[in-house]
């Protein structure tokens, strides 16, 4: 999932006229990198419930993020 979450943030990242264009953007994409940094990532030591938040919030970034991309793409899959 975090793959997939970097691939979504990698390609639109890339593309300043998508991030130009909404304040939104630019807050879900910093939501997202706050979500992959090592000190919110799950360790052995996490609990049960904060490591299903962690991944809920890993997903629910991710379905965003693909959305928004494959409404300014036309519904093309990013390249692998």
Known sequence: MVQHL???MN???????ITAQSVDVHNLLRAAERN???????TPQTSHRDAYVY????????????????????GQEPPA
């Open 36 to 42: 992959l940094d090592v000190p919110v990532r799950p």
């Open 55 to 74: 991944w809920h919030t890993s997903t629910t970034l991710t379905t965003a993020l693909r959305d928004l991309y494959l409404t300014h793409h036309n």
């Open 11 to 17: 390609h639109l990242n890339g593309h300043d006229s």
């Open 6 to 8: 970097r691939t979504f």
